[in-house]
């Protein structure tokens, strides 16, 4: 089992910035992906940004130029810096874990809340 902490949303004026972060603990693959998604109200959830543990990254378009995923494997931890946030940023983030090797079983924080409003 691996378990996932997520803290850093809160809100946040449009143009503003947030750095979200996520821990696991548990049993931890060396070979993972790390990432994090967000569901709106009445939206399906959808991935933002992935990153796997040799770094390479991977960013929905909405989320390029203004997001940075990034991760400290020293501490099993990933982290999104989200700059130039928009009102359509306003969801609900979910840390996602899932090893590389084998079949894939998706882990999930319990979701924190950003809201991007004036």
């Known amino acids: 089992q691996v378990q996932l902490v997520e803290s850093g949303g809160g809100l946040v004026q449009p143009g503003g910035s947030l750095n979200l972060s996520c821990a696991a603990s548990g049993s931890i693959f060396r070979l993972n992906v790390m990432g994090w998604y967000r569901q709106a109200p009445g939206k399906q959830r959808e991935l933002v940004a992935n990153?796997?543990?040799?770094?390479?990254?991977s960013y929905a378009d909405s989320a390029k130029g203004r997001f940075t995923i990034s991760r400290d494997n020293t501490k099993n931890t990933v982290y999104l810096q989200m700059n130039s946030l928009k009102p359509e940023d306003t969801a609900v983030y979910y840390c996602n874990y899932y090893k590389l090797i084998g079949i894939r079983t998706d882990y999930w924080g319990q979701g924190t809340q950003v809201t991007v409003s004036s």
């Open positions: 990153i796997n543990s040799g770094g390479d990254t």
